[in-house]
């Protein structure tokens, strides 16, 4: 592919490590730490309080205009806060590691936080970085890339990791997990500076008013705003509550939903992900999110079939590839999207703020879904993620003209914003 070739491989390669480095350390203050704590008999309790420490991932959005605002002593405004934070990581998951659970349950708690605080940073700056770094045109495959590294890690940081912590024994499997942040560490020192540097603001208080007027003097940008909001709702709302669904619903055993629905799944999407950042090199980003949208929204009806004939795996597998295959795709033009839409200046608040807000729609669907399960059915609930997804679609025909123009109007603010 011509446009392929057109890419800047080394902006590829950096953007998958720092993936990578991102994802890496999600499991480690989560469901893989749950594990840990439940082999040592920590009170059931006591590790359903532990969920807390993710709260930083959520209100990362609230320290981001420090990063935008300061810039470390070396390796720049992003690279510079990458290496703090990833050698904070490493620090923090090398002290988790000589923790005891059960005896010292508290300082595993605060070290857990820490990590999550240290991650979350992380992944500010990391998302500022790929912002300011790609170009236009690499923007789907980078994002794309981004997310295959993001997704691959979270299968070492807990599939492998609990695989190597039941022959290792977990001191050495957050040994192991630390001495990997060092994929993160190589893009943070040797990655490359962005083609024309954009100055920080000039004061904090600068840094948080700016983003958000910045974005709000846009065309239709409350609008803008409603669609991140509805675009991925339909496809949060059928993975709510999938994995309930194909253990109660149609009666397939936990080694069946492990091997088809997290490992074929999870291919699929990587696979999605890097198929839709390929595409993105040929399409616009309208027909991207408009046709990657579609197929998300039909891919939901997949499971209402499945869950009108009952236990099939062949059926079942192709249900889960397909459906994963079409959230990949949306997925890489989604966050290509929030990528054009961010000011270089303001890139760690307003990607902060905007991810975060995109995020809305995965926490408000949990209650509703559970709810319109047990009132409709399984084969009905899915037909209703179906029309979930519709007023984002709708929305996004409607924004048309704004969409297809976020390309050239961030490119000229870069050029304006250069100094």
């Known amino acids: 592919m011509p446009a392929l070739r057109e890419l800047t491989w080394s902006h590829m390669v950096v953007m998958a490590l720092a993936g990578f480095a991102s994802g890496l ?20 309790r006591t590790i359903g309080l532990f969920s807390l420490v993710g709260l930083p991932y959520a209100c990362k959005f609230l320290w981001a205009p420090f990063l935008d605002r300061y810039v470390p002593a070396y390796f720049g405004r992003r690279r510079g806060w990458m290496l703090l934070s990833q050698l904070a990581i490493m620090a923090v998951v090398t002290a988790m590691a000589f923790a005891s659970p059960s005896s010292a349950t508290k300082t595993l708690a605060l070290l857990a936080c820490l ?57 050495a499997t957050y040994l192991a997990m630390a001495a990997l942040m060092l994929t993160g560490v190589l893009v943070s020192v040797f990655g490359p500076e962005p083609a024309q540097p954009v100055s920080a603001p000039e004061s904090l208080d600068a840094a948080v008013v700016q983003p958000f007027r910045e974005f709000r003097h846009r065309n239709r940008a409350l609008w803008l705003l409603a669609f991140i909001v509805l675009y991925k709702i339909g496809d949060a709302s059928a993975a709510s509550l999938t994995t309930a669904f194909l253990v109660r619903g149609t009666g397939f055993s936990l080694t069946d939903v492990g091997v088809v629905y997290k490992g074929v799944g999870l291919a699929a999407t990587i696979l999605g992900a890097l198929a839709g950042g390929a595409l993105l090199t040929r399409m616009d980003m ?33 249900v889960v590839t397909l459906e994963n295959l079409a959230g990949g795709l949306g997925t890489a033009a989604f966050v290509a999207f929030l990528i054009a839409l961010c000011d270089r200046r303001y890139s760690a608040t307003q990607y902060a703020l905007l991810s975060a807000l995109s995020a809305v729609g995965r926490v408000i669907v949990g209650p509703a879904a559970g709810a319109a399960v047990a009132g409709l059915g399984w084969p009905l609930f899915f037909g209703v993620t179906f029309i979930a997804a519709l007023p984002g679609l709708t929305l996004l025909i409607w924004l048309r003209g704004e969409v297809e123009t976020v390309d050239v109007e961030s490119e000229m603010v870069k050029a304006e914003s250069v100094k």
């Open 25 to 44: 350390p999600l499991a480690l203050s989560g469901g893989t730490l749950q594990a840990w704590l439940t082999t040592a008999d920590v009170d059931i």
């Open 115 to 171: 990590l999550a605080f240290a991650s979350a940073t992380q992944d500010i700056a990391a998302d500022a970085y790929r912002v300011d770094l790609l170009s236009s045109r690499e923007r789907g495959p980078g994002a794309a890339l981004s997310i295959a590294g993001y997704r691959l890690a979270m299968i070492v940081s807990s599939s492998v990791a609990l695989i190597m912590a039941e022959h290792a024994g977990w001191t």
């Open 286 to 318: 309208w027909r991207a999110l408009l046709w990657f949208g579609v197929l998300q929204a039909i891919t939901n009806l997949g499971f209402m079939l499945l869950a009108s004939i009952g236990k099939n795996y062949v059926v079942m597998t192709a």
